[in-house]
Structure formats: C-alpha cells, structure tokens
C-alpha cells in the first residue's frame, strides 16, 4: 500500500504571508498531482509534476516534485483569501494501458487566509 | 464543455436502507472512478470503470458496488446502510484515469 503524508493538517495565516505545504511518501510515483478543493465543491486539478527535480509554477503557486519522486512541495507566495481551501496532493502510480493509472490521495491540508 | 455532474446532491438515509448514486462524466471520458471523502479518513479510491468494466477496486466491502453503462454514466450502489458510510462520495472522469476531473459531489448521511 504506497501512502502520502501531508503537513500540516491545517494552516492558518494572514493575508500577503507566504506559506509551504509537504507531501511526502517512502513510495516512488510515476508522476504527483495537486489539486484545491472548495467547500461543495469536489477537487480541482491544480498542476502534474512529471520528471524528479522538477519545478513548476501557476502564478503564486510553485510546485516541486522530490529528485527521487517521493514527496513534492507546494509553495504559495503573499497568500490572499481566495487561495483559501482544501490542498490535497496526489501520487499516480502508471501501469500499461488495460490496468489504467492508480491514484493514492494524501488527507490535505486545510489552508485559511485571513483577510 | 459541461463538467461532471452528480446526482442527487444531497441524500438523507436510515441505516439498513440502500442508495444509488449517479455520476454523468465530461463527454468522451471513459475513464470513472468513484472516491469516499470522510474527515477523518480524507479521500479514499473506491473503484474505477472503464468501458463498462470495472477496471480498478479499492478496499471497500461488498456493499459498495457500481455499474457503468455504454454512454459511460455510471452508478454507484451502498446496500445495507450503516452510520459510517455517511460521507461525500465523489466521482471523477478521465480520458486515461491520469488527470480527473470531479463532480461536486453526492453528501450522504445515514441515519
């Protein structure tokens, strides 16, 4: 069973702070997803990270998957309160064509950014 | 492009009743998988259909079930309720089940 642990939890800081979010497993993935999801609604895909090292950025947002592709990191620069939600990281584990992709979710963090 | 939709939104149950949920994926999306979001366990893969198979099953018992049909809809069925189940059940679509889209989701409560 290939587990994602993400840190923190929960998160709570002001508006215009900057902010890092973990996600770390002891399994290798074949890529990592990160996704937001808003209260009612159901997650949203945010960003793939494909190759170890790589680095990818959504305006505030910057991804990084581990060199190893064990773990990744979210970053997010001046937060505002529309960054607030739920982040959740996703491992995918590729096999061949007919066995699909398998995706192993870490429990979230829960980010608030106050105004 | 219109999303995934889910129906019904939110659905109120008493233990030992059975539910069926449905789940109309992005057109030309093959790919559903079904998820259980709960606090305290967060979010758990329940099964993947893929042209009417069930390709992929997570660790769930018997009582959770689900049927895909050629246009790709799918559905999801809970027999014999119990208070745990009550959850946001989630279903996503893909092209390949590597980048999903979600639906908003189905709130059950048992009770």
């Known amino acids: 069973t290939q587990l994602l642990e993400q840190s923190p939890q929960f998160l709570s800081i002001q508006e215009g702070e900057n902010l890092t979010v973990y996600c770390n497993s002891s399994s290798v993935f074949s890529s990592l997803q990160w996704y937001r999801q808003e209260p009612g609604e159901g997650p949203v895909l945010l960003v793939t990270?494909?190759?170890?090292?790589e680095v990818k950025k959504l305006k505030r947002l910057t991804f990084q998957f581990g060199d190893a592709r064990k773990d990744s990191s979210l970053h997010i620069t001046a937060a505002q309160p529309g960054d607030t939600g739920l982040y959740l990281c996703?491992?995918?584990?590729?096999?061949?064509?007919?066995?699909?992709?398998?995706?192993?979710f870490g429990g979230g963090t829960r980010l608030m950014v106050k105004p | 492009k219109a999303g995934v939709t889910q129906t019904p939104r939110y659905l109120i149950k008493t233990r030992g009743q059975q539910v069926t949920l449905s789940c109309s994926p992005i057109?030309?999306?093959?790919?559903v998988s079904w998820y259980q979001q709960t606090p305290g366990q967060g979010l758990q893969f329940l099964f993947e259909y893929f042209s009417e198979t069930q390709r992929n099953k997570g660790n769930f018992p018997g009582r959770f079930s689900g049927r895909q049909f050629s246009n790709s809809r799918s559905e999801m069925n809970v027999s014999t309720l119990e208070l745990g189940d009550s959850a946001l059940y989630l279903c996503?679509?893909?092209?390949?089940?590597?980048?999903?889209?979600f639906g908003p989701g189905t709130r059950l409560t048992v009770t």
């Open positions: 996703a491992g995918v584990v590729y096999r061949d064509h007919n066995a699909g992709n398998m995706l192993t």
């Open positions: 057109s030309g999306h093959r790919s």
């Open positions: 990270v494909v190759t170890g090292g």
């Open positions: 996503a679509s893909s092209r390949t089940s590597y980048e999903q889209y």
